[in-house]
C-alpha cells in the first residue's frame, strides 16, 4: 500500500483527496521508487486547477512532475534497490503518474541518478525549475556569455527558475539584475546574490521603438509575452536570451529588428525530453555550482495536503521560492 493525492472528477471538475492505493495502482514501468520528497512547479498548478490545465489526460490521476527517492525495484540494469534517484519531466505527473504519493513507478530511461553533494530534500529544492535555470545558463554561455560582458538579466526572480538563476549567475561570478513585481522579495532576492532589484514595471509595457539603449549581456526570461518584447530591444549586439517561460503570456509582440540590426539570439530552452546526458551533464553542474545555504534559504517546506492550496497560489504568482513537499507528512 502507498499513499497518494488522488485527482479525481465529477461532474467535469477535478478535486484532490488523499487516499491509500495498493501497488497494483502504479502504473507500466520497469523501476518502482519510494519517494521521498517532491515539489511545486507552475505546471502542477496547472495540473492540479480544475480542469487540469489541458495538461491532465485521465482521471484518477497523481500529479506532480518532478520526485526524488529510493528505488525500491527494479526490472533495469542500470538501477537496483537502494539507488537514489531524481526524475523532472517526460511528462511525468501530467500523462503519467508522478510524485504526489509515497510510491511511483516510472522507465528506467527517465531517471538520473541522485547526484553526489545533494541529498533528495535539496534536489527537489531544485527540481524541474532549477534544472530549466541551468539548461538555460549553459545554452547562454554556448552562444558566448561570460562574467566579463555585464550585467545578466533574470526575468521572474522571485519564482521557482528565476531564484536558482540568480543564486546559480551569481555564484558563477555574473552580476545580475533581477525582476521582481513584488518589492516584498527584494531582501530575498539580494541574499541569492542580485546586484540589482528592477521593477517588473519598468519593463511591462511595449514601447514603439525597436531599439533601445544597449543594457544586458544576457536574459533568462521566465515571463514572456510583452516584457520579453521589450528585453529583446535592450540586449548587447550579438547578445541572447534563453526564454523558459510564459508567466506573461504566449504571445510575443516583437519586431524582428533586434534580430536584424544587433544580431539577438532568442534560445527555447525545454527540460520535459532533455536526453540522459545532457540531464546528467546539468545535474552535476548545479550540485558542483549552486550554494547550498541560498538552496536552503529558498525552500518552503510543504505536506501533502498543503500541495492543493500551493497549487493555486502558484498560478496566481503568490509563491516565493521552492516549495518542497515531504510527501511522507
Not at 151 to 156: A, D, K, R, S
Request: hydrophobic content about 50%; some cysteine; charged content about 20%.
Amino acid at each position: 500500500m502507498f499513499r497518494a493525492l488522488i485527482l479525481d472528477k465529477s461532474d467535469d471538475t477535478a478535486a484532490a483527496y488523499i487516499r491509500e492505493l495498493d501497488d497494483s495502482a502504479l502504473p507500466a514501468g520497469e523501476v518502482t521508487i519510494d519517494v521521498a520528497f517532491s515539489t511545486l512547479n507552475y505546471k502542477d498548478g496547472l495540473c492540479l486547477s480544475p480542469n487540469g490545465g489541458g495538461l491532465v489526460r485521465a482521471y484518477p490521476h497523481v500529479a506532480g512532475i518532478d520526485y526524488a527517492g529510493t528505488v525500491h525495484s527494479s526490472d533495469d540494469p542500470r538501477y537496483k534497490a537502494g539507488d537514489e534517484v531524481v526524475l523532472t519531466g517526460w511528462r511525468v505527473g501530467e500523462v503519467h503518474w508522478g510524485g504526489y504519493a509515497t510510491r511511483a513507478r516510472a522507465r528506467a530511461d527517465w531517471l538520473v541518478p541522485l547526484p553526489a553533494g545533494l541529498t533528495p530534500r535539496r534536489a527537489m529544492a531544485v527540481g524541474t525549475a532549477g534544472l530549466t535555470a541551468m539548461l538555460a545558463i549553459q545554452a547562454l554561455e554556448d552562444h558566448g556569455l561570460n562574467p566579463d560582458q555585464g550585467e545578466v538579466l533574470v526575468t521572474g526572480a522571485a519564482g521557482g527558475v528565476g531564484s536558482v538563476a540568480v543564486a546559480l549567475l551569481a555564484a558563477m561570478g555574473y552580476q545580475v539584475a533581477a525582476v521582481t513585481g513584488r518589492p516584498d522579495t527584494e531582501d530575498y532576492l539580494r541574499s541569492l546574490g542580485a546586484g540589482r532589484i528592477i521593477a517588473r514595471s519598468e519593463l511591462a509595457e511595449t514601447v514603439k521603438r525597436p531599439l533601445e539603449a544597449e543594457a544586458w549581456a544576457g536574459c533568462v526570461d521566465a515571463v514572456g509575452g510583452a516584457m520579453l518584447a521589450r528585453v529583446l530591444g535592450q540586449m548587447k549586439y550579438g547578445a541572447s536570451v534563453a526564454a523558459v517561460g510564459l508567466a506573461g503570456g504566449a504571445g510575443l509582440p516583437a519586431s524582428v529588428i533586434p534580430f536584424l540590426l544587433r544580431g539577438i539570439n532568442l534560445l527555447g530552452i525545454d527540460s520535459v525530453l532533455q536526453p540522459f546526458a545532457a540531464r546528467q551533464k546539468a545535474w552535476a553542474r548545479i550540485a558542483a555550482s549552486l550554494p547550498m545555504d541560498k538552496l536552503d534559504a529558498m525552500i518552503l517546506p510543504a505536506t501533502l495536503a498543503d500541495v492543493p492550496a500551493l497549487g493555486a497560489a502558484i498560478l496566481k504568482g503568490e509563491v516565493k521560492g521552492r516549495v518542497v513537499v515531504d510527501v511522507n507528512t
